[in-house]
T-cell receptor
């Protein structure tokens, strides 16, 4: 999962396998969460989002799960492809309490082996 | 639509020099923001704006100024660059939802800044 600091966690998976990337968020008042993908030398790219009134949301090959009890967010990527290799990070927003600020985790590097 | 456009892509400054990082978006987004990204760390918010004429500080505002004279543009100014400001800078924008909550951020491609 993600952590603050200099060492970026790395997840290595075989092409075709499913990937699960985890994120522990910090504020129980956060009610909006986003997963981003960042390829080397590029800006973060939106993958999927979820609001706190939901536990699960599905997109194309991706699913986000939210567990508010333990303040945990996960991103599942089905049938991982080489093009999925990137750094993934989550962002939280405290909605009505402080909706103008997003807080980002440090990221997890996904390495897809062919 | 070009989305969020940042210029320049790369910049090298000497300590004490000033410069402006440009950011423009063509999506008519009310909300714009600047982040810096340091190795192994998450994006940290520098300044943000909820509309033309309105700006506010983020987590790490010291050493940076912003202004928002138009909806489209949100420049970031470094008045006297320091080596600690060596980083990759990202501009992001989003639409503000009808209930005043923010929606997903769209990011530019970044400016890699080195201060010697």
């Amino acid at each position: 999962g993600e952590s603050v600091g200099l060492h970026l966690p790395t997840l290595s998976v075989q092409e075709g396998d499913n990937s699960i990337i985890n994120c522990a968020y910090s504020n129980s008042a956060s009610d909006y969460f986003i997963w981003y993908k960042q390829e080397s030398g590029k800006g973060p790219q939106f993958i999927i989002d979820i609001r706190s009134n939901m536990d699960k949301r599905q997109g194309q090959r991706v699913t986000v799960l939210l567990n508010k009890t333990v303040k945990h967010l996960s991103l599942q990527i089905a049938a991982t492809q080489p093009g999925d290799s990137a750094v993934y990070f989550c962002a939280e927003n405290m909605g009505l309490y402080n909706f103008n600020k997003f807080y980002f985790g440090s990221g997890t590097k996904l390495n897809v082996k062919p | 639509n070009a989305g969020v456009t940042q210029t320049p892509k790369f910049q090298v400054l000497k300590t004490g020099q000033s410069m402006t990082l440009q950011c423009a978006q063509d999506m008519n987004h009310e909300y714009m923001s600047w982040y810096r990204q340091d190795p192994g760390m998450g994006l940290r918010l520098i300044h943000y704006s909820v509309g033309a004429g309105i700006t506010d500080q983020g987590e790490v505002p010291n050493g940076y100024n912003v202004s928002r004279s138009t909806t489209e543009d949100f420049p970031l100014r470094l008045l006297s660059a320091a080596p600690s400001q060596t980083s990759v800078y990202f501009c992001a924008s989003s639409r503000t939802g009808v209930d005043s909550t923010n929606e997903k951020l769209f990011f530019g491609s970044g400016t890699q800044l080195s201060v010697l």
